[in-house]
């Protein structure tokens, strides 16, 4: 495409949309931005091709496609992308906008896109990517084409028609030296020319965004001349290159026709000893340390030759040594300093022309022949150091040795041994501290104990301690046999015996043994109302012991006492019913161990005074119910007759107990205003037997003896007495049948005792009713073991208030409180 017609063409595009613009009015914008319209397709167009070479015009043209519903012109806001970086924009009504690369270049190769937007809307054209391949040549200018060894020279490369960043690569005879980033299209950069003769310079260059597209051509080749520098330097060491101490040296470095301003350096070990223009000479007086290797150096700008000799100083005599003997020391024992060289240059120097000086702290001491001693002392701890100085012809040398630091060690104390704690318990382990107040670190703490073993416990540091476990002792006196003994010398630990120290003083506990409790007064002699002892001891302990007294009941205790004695006592006054029961004691000591001992069970009997009492009561109470059933029998057939208007008697079945004796029971009520001498308002059954016994013999016991019941119909009320006790209207009485049928009825018509039970009312006489509620008595007698009716084993009951039950034996009453419960 002809170039002209190309610029034709864009400033007609230029000047159409500068029109369109000016020409558009307020009130027509108003109304495009109120029309309705989609934009229907974009489309990217690429002239002349998708691959071209360096240098080509290329074309991107953008059109775009819209449906609107308004007669008028939209405005289209055409933006061109070349990898998602905006390139080129443009606003027009026409629906197509064209983008020029005018000699496109490899660094607008890319990705190219074209995105219209129409007010709020907008779409993106398919990518279209674009290849432009070749580079250009680059040029490479010098700042000199001829130069001295070791000099510099300026190179600068340069792309003038390429674009974006560059990389520039820089070659001396095909060989790359460097490279150079640059933001424009040209890089400049210094080259060293260490060598002589002809050398030949070019560069080449990428670009740094594509690097597809390769490297560029070479550029031109320049030559350049590079002079050769004769400025190597020579050296001499005079008088020679081996020398003693003490020799004086001169070395002279310098170079031939140098060029001007040409300079020339003496070093060793990255030293400089000199410095000279052309040439320069160094005299100095050697020593040991002075052997080694020495460069001689000529440089001009950046060129450097040298050239290097060794040199070796022999000692005059050897650095001195300061030593000790001994080694470590203690206060009050004598030590010497000796300084001494080991060799020496005998040709140059005697050993008696060798002089020593010592120095305490770098204050001189009398030493003569270099030796030093004294007797140690605390201000003895220094540094000590020794000098020893000679001649070699003339000149003095003097060596100092190292520093020797001396610490005078203090002597270790007699140690104190002591128990950990202050006190230890018989039969338990222990721990026993071992510690001088003074003496150097370390100290070395042996122990022996009474088994005639030993154990070692070395203290390092300050705050350590030598500290003994011992499993334990079992008698108070061994604790005597234990020997500790210190040392901090170990050439003298056998010799030290004034370092040791038995344990002398220590609180020894012995643990209580078991208690073992006594009761005062003793097991079975406790009475109500006595003073009870109880004492606690124990064989052995040391004191203070604790004693305390347990009762089985509670786990709270009794008592407890304190005391520096072996035993111990508690007492307890007023025995009661509720003091009985067991007792023991725990001991305890200092120890933390306590013993409990055995439990010591006793009873509290009935006080005396309250015995008699008991039997003078029975006794009498007896002796009233005797009264009262003697009475009884003589007025019951009286009584019987009186009666039997109002009882209405029905005969009973009889029934036969397992033994075959006849059972009689009766109930006495209490009853007011009765016959004198009975008891309440009651009927008695009795049951006489032809014989003297209360049972007949076994040949003469019926085969069934049969039991009656009489239903016995209460009397009518009668208003002056009390009421009747509820659940006694009708008593029903077991009647055996007689062995020999002899009727006890007063008529004589039955052949069967009959036993009744009557409806009784209470008596208000009290006062023996209060006999009947303390005392119990039950009247029985054994088969035939009483003669006459009084003891033929009836049982008294009494059916209102209760059964009256006791165990006092009616053949012996007058040991009624011993034998029998009787409530008070």
């Known amino acids: 495409m002809d170039s002209r017609a190309v610029y034709l063409s864009l400033w007609s595009q230029i000047f159409f949309t500068f029109f369109m613009r000016v020409s558009t009015s307020p009130h027509a914008g108003t109304e495009e931005s109120q029309t309705s319209y989609t934009i229907n397709s974009v489309h990217l167009t690429l002239l002349p091709s998708a691959d071209v070479a360096s240098g080509t015009h290329v074309t991107w043209r953008c059109e775009v496609s819209v449906s609107h519903g308004s007669s008028g012109l939209l405005t289209h806001h055409f933006l061109f992308l070349r990898d998602d970086v905006e390139v080129y924009s443009k606003n027009s009504s026409d629906a197509s906008v064209s983008y020029f690369l005018f000699q496109a270049r490899a660094a607008h190769s890319g990705t190219y896109e074209c995105r219209v937007k129409v007010h709020d809307k907008s779409r993106t054209s398919h990518a279209r990517k674009l290849t432009v391949t070749g580079l250009q040549t680059p040029q490479l200018q010098l700042s000199v084409l001829q130069l001295f060894q070791g000099e510099e020279v300026t190179a600068i490369c340069s792309a003038p028609q390429e674009e974006g960043s560059l990389s520039f690569h820089f070659y001396l005879d095909q060989e790359q030296l460097k490279t150079v980033r640059s933001s424009t299209t040209s890089a400049e950069t210094q080259v060293l020319l260490d060598h002589a003769g002809d050398r030949k310079l070019y560069c080449t260059y990428t670009v740094t965004m594509v690097p597809q597209a390769g490297l560029s051509n070479h550029s031109n080749t320049v030559g350049v001349l590079v002079k050769g520098l004769f400025i190597t330097p020579i050296m001499n060491v005079l008088p020679s290159k081996t020398l003693v101490e003490g020799d004086v040296v001169e070395f002279v470095c310098k170079v031939v026709n140098p060029p001007p301003k040409t300079e020339v350096f003496l070093t060793k070990d990255h030293k400089v000893l000199k410095k000279g223009l052309t040439s320069l000479v160094h005299r100095f007086q050697v020593r040991a340390e002075d052997s080694g290797e020495y460069d001689c150096k000529a440089e001009m700008k950046n060129v450097q030759k040298g050239t290097s000799e060794s040199v070796t100083v022999k000692e005059l005599f050897s650095t001195p040594v300061l030593t000790m003997d001994p080694r470590e020391v203690f206060e009050g024992e004598r030590f010497t300093l000796t300084c001494s060289v080991s060799r020496l240059v005998s040709d140059r120097l005697r050993p008696q022309d060798v002089n020593f000086s010592l120095f305490k702290d770098q204050h001189p001491l009398e030493a003569p022949g270099g030796s030093y001693s004294s007797v140690a002392l605390p201000s003895s701890s220094a540094d000590y150091s020794c000098r020893a100085q000679g001649r070699n012809l003339g000149n003095l040398i003097?060596?100092?040795?190292?520093?020797?630091?001396?610490?005078?060690?203090?002597?270790?104390?007699?140690?104190?041994?002591?128990?950990?704690?202050?006190?230890?318990?018989?039969?338990?382990?222990?721990?026993?501290?071992?510690?001088?107040?003074?003496?150097?670190?370390?100290?070395?703490?042996i122990l022996r104990g009474p088994m005639g073993g030993s154990e070692v416990k070395v203290v390092w540091r300050s705050g350590e301690r030598a500290l003994f476990n011992v499993s334990s002792i079992q008698k108070a006196s061994d604790i005597s046999s234990f020997v500790c003994q210190a040392s901090n010398n170990p050439l003298r630990t056998a010799s030290r015996e004034s370092a040791a120290s038995r344990l002398q003083h220590a609180t020894i506990i012995e643990p209580v043994s078991q208690p073992v409790l006594t009761l005062s007064p003793a097991l079975g002699q406790a009475a109500e109302g006595d003073h009870l002892t109880l004492t606690c001891s124990v064989q052995r302990g040391t004191p203070p012991i604790t004693f305390t007294w347990f009762h089985?009941?509670?786990?709270?205790?009794?008592?407890?006492?304190?005391?520096?004695?072996?035993?111990?006592?508690?007492?307890?006054?007023?025995?009661?019913?509720?003091?009985?029961?067991?007792?023991?004691?725990?001991?305890?000591?200092?120890?933390?161990?306590?013993?409990?001992?055995?439990?010591?069970?006793?009873?509290?009997?009935?006080?005396?005074?309250?015995?008699?009492?008991?039997?003078?009561?029975?006794?009498?109470?007896?002796?009233?119910?005797?009264?009262?059933?003697?009475?009884?029998?003589?007025?019951?057939?009286?009584?019987?007759?009186?009666?039997?208007?109002?009882?209405?008697?029905?005969?009973?079945?009889?029934?036969?107990?397992?033994?075959?004796?006849?059972?009689?029971?009766?109930?006495?009520?209490?009853?007011?205003?009765?016959?004198?001498?009975?008891?309440?308002?009651?009927?008695?059954?009795?049951?006489?037997?032809?014989?003297?016994?209360?049972?007949?013999?076994?040949?003469?016991?019926?085969?069934?003896?049969?039991?009656?019941?009489?239903?016995?119909?209460?009397?009518?009320?009668?208003?002056?007495?009390?009421?009747?006790?509820?659940?006694?209207?009708?008593?029903?009485?077991?009647?055996?049948?007689?062995?020999?049928?002899?009727?006890?009825?007063?008529?004589?018509?039955?052949?069967?005792?009959?036993?009744?039970?009557?409806?009784?009312?209470?008596?208000?006489?009290?006062?023996?009713?209060?006999?009947?509620?303390?005392?119990?008595?039950?009247?029985?007698?054994?088969?035939?073991?009483?003669?006459?009716?009084?003891?033929?084993?009836?049982?008294?009951?009494?059916?209102?208030?209760?059964?009256?039950?006791?165990?006092?034996?009616?053949?012996?009453?007058?040991?009624?409180?011993?034998?029998?419960?009787?409530?008070?």
Request: charged content about 20%; hydrophobic content about 30%.
């Open 398 to 445: 003097a060596k100092n040795s190292t520093h020797l630091h001396l610490e005078v060690k203090v002597p270790v104390s007699v140690p104190l041994l002591s128990v950990v704690g202050g006190s230890l318990v018989l039969g338990r382990p222990f721990q026993l501290l071992c510690q001088a107040s003074q003496g150097s670190l370390p100290i070395s703490y």
């Open 552 to 824: 089985t009941t509670s786990t709270k205790p009794l008592a407890f006492k304190t005391t520096n004695e072996l035993s111990g006592s508690h007492g307890i006054t007023d025995l009661g019913q509720k003091h009985a029961g067991g007792y023991y004691c725990v001991s305890s000591n200092p120890s933390n161990h306590s013993q409990q001992s055995a439990v010591v069970t006793m009873g509290v009997s009935v006080a005396g005074w309250k015995k008699g009492s008991i039997a003078v009561v029975c006794v009498l109470l007896t002796l009233i119910l005797i009264l009262i059933l003697l009475a009884k029998k003589r007025l019951l057939p009286f009584q019987r007759r009186k009666r039997s208007a109002e009882l209405s008697v029905k005969p009973a079945g009889t029934k036969t107990d397992g033994e075959g004796a006849e059972v009689t029971l009766g109930l006495l009520n209490e009853a007011a205003n009765v016959t004198p001498g009975v008891m309440g308002r009651s009927v008695w059954s009795e049951h006489v037997s032809g014989s003297e016994s209360d049972e007949p013999s076994h040949d003469e016991r019926p085969e069934a003896a049969q039991t009656q019941y009489t239903e016995v119909l209460p009397p009518p009320a009668n208003p002056d007495r009390a009421p009747v006790k509820p659940g006694t209207d009708t008593v029903y009485s077991e009647v055996q049948g007689s062995v020999h049928g002899v009727s006890e009825q007063a008529d004589g018509a039955s052949q069967q005792g009959s036993l009744e039970y009557a409806q009784l009312n209470h008596n208000d006489n009290r006062d023996h009713d209060d006999y009947v509620e303390h005392c119990s008595v039950n009247i029985h007698s054994d088969r035939g073991d009483h003669n006459g009716p009084e003891d033929h084993g009836n049982h008294f009951n009494n059916g209102s208030h209760g059964n009256l039950n006791s165990n006092c034996d009616h053949a012996d009453h007058n040991n009624c409180a011993d034998n029998s419960d009787c409530n008070e």
